[in-house]
């Protein structure tokens, strides 16, 4: 039997304060989940008319001033192909005072500035166009027969000899009938030239493009093949979904429903206060009677893999690769559960045979490439350690919630 997917939105207050909050439920069990106060504005994505205020040449970068409030740390190899407002052109060296397009593809994290790229994104459900990399690609995660026939819809697109961007189709593209497809590249190439073009004669701080609310962006974002409901308890974020499914994906309007029970909440109903309290806790029981320690340290995420209480009959390396299958699969949610990025190094309990260590390597790799976050899983070290890494793109889960307690 095919396990569910809901995309749930809904409201409730964490330390006192009214969140809104975004999360993904499989079989009853809630797989990512994403916060922020209600009426907050995102910034991830948002593209600003940038001032590079200093270049530090030892570590690579340019400090861009994007207005008042908010600074940002651009690479300068994100440059490779940036648009600039003041007559700098192409091909010089950057320098203070320079006015630059600039995105915002990272959020702060632990007191770091927001990571800025001049290599502008934007996304829609079945295609990304970047200003970056021009090439014309097609997602690896798409059958030979589906990457030929998307090839074949851009084909006129290679042929453009002036294209100041490039296309890559999304994995949804694969649903897409060629009229959805093409629609959605004419609304991303019109939003391409509002920026990309008429923003070099912009002003200095200007915002270029804000980014659609997170709850918008989960839907946009969201394998549709993997979902059979959107439910949210909020009648004007209900609104606004209709709206965006009723121009992008008419198809999925009648997956969408408002929840209107008054005397069971919906984030009760899909147990969002556990899922919260869980990424909050270090350890995590597993059904075996094992368990997991997660911990964040300044330099990476280690994860410790426990047999605990399991009481299985067999000899000790079958019960030893029988929890350590169950924890592989736990840890690639609980990683995609709390957002955990960067170098991450899990102590799985030690076996001696080869064949089960090669197995375990190849079940947490099939799991992690259901995470829609990049992941890599690297090797198994001579001290049985595995290590792997998650692409870097929002802050981890439990800093929006500690956040909250400055608010």
């Known amino acids: 039997m095919r396990k569910l997917n809901k995309l749930v939105i809904t409201e409730m207050y964490l330390r006192e304060v ?34 590079i205020e200093k270049i530090a040449t030892n570590i690579q970068a340019a400090f861009v001033r994007l207005n008042d409030s908010v600074n940002g740390y651009l690479p300068l190899n994100q440059c490779e192909h940036a648009i600039f407002t003041d007559g700098h052109r192409e091909g010089q060296p950057l ?35 970047t200003t970056g990399n021009r090439k ?48 959605e590249l004419d609304i991303l190439r019109k939003q391409y030239e509002k ?28 394998y549709g093949r993997d979902l059979d409901e959107i439910v949210t308890d909020i009648p004007d974020i209900h609104t606004k979904i ?5 121009e992008f994906q008419p198809e999925k309007l009648a997956i969408l429903n408002l929840y209107q029970d008054k005397l069971l909440p919906l984030y009760k109903l899909h147990s969002l206060e556990s899922a919260i309290d869980e990424i909050c806790h270090e350890k995590i029981w597993l059904k075996s009677g094992g368990f997991l320690v997660i911990q964040q340290t300044e330099a990476f995420v280690s994860i410790d893999v426990n047999s605990g ?20 699969a736990e840890i690639a949610r609980q ?12 102590d799985f309990i030690n076996m001696q045979n080869t064949d089960h260590q090669d197995e375990l390597f190849h079940v947490l790799q099939k ?41």
């Open 18 to 51: 009214l969140c809104t909050v975004c999360a993904i439920v499989k079989d009853q069990k809630v797989i990512e989940l994403r916060l922020e106060p209600s009426g907050k504005k995102n910034i991830l994505n948002n593209i600003y008319v940038g001032q």
């Open 95 to 129: 320098r203070p005072g320079d006015q630059i397009l600039v995105q915002i593809n990272r959020d702060a994290m632990k007191g770091k500035l927001p990571a800025l790229t001049a290599n502008l994104n934007f996304s829609g459900k079945f295609l990304v166009l």
């Open 136 to 183: 014309i690609g097609i997602s690896n995660k798409l059958s030979k027969e589906e990457s030929s026939k998307l090839s074949k819809w851009l084909d006129d697109e290679r042929t453009l000899s002036d294209r100041g961007y490039g296309l890559i189709a999304r994995t949804n593209a694969a649903d897409a009938s060629k009229e959805e497809f093409f629609h």
């Open 195 to 222: 920026v990309a073009v008429y923003g070099r004669n912009r002003t200095c701080f200007s915002l270029l493009y804000e980014s659609e609310p997170f709850y918008l962006a989960a839907v946009r974002d969201i």
């Open 242 to 246: 209709s709206d965006y499914l009723n």
């Open 309 to 328: 209480k399991y009481t299985g009959k067999k000899k000790a390396e079958e019960t030893y690769r029988k929890i350590n299958l169950e924890a592989a």
């Open 335 to 346: 990683l995609r559960l709390r957002n955990l990025s960067g170098i991450i190094l899990i």
């Open 367 to 407: 799991h992690l490439r259901k995470d829609p976050v990049k992941c890599t899983a690297v090797d198994i070290t001579p001290l049985h350690i595995l290590e792997m890494t998650r692409q870097k793109v929002r802050r981890p889960v439990i800093e929006d919630i500690h956040s909250l307690s400055t608010i």
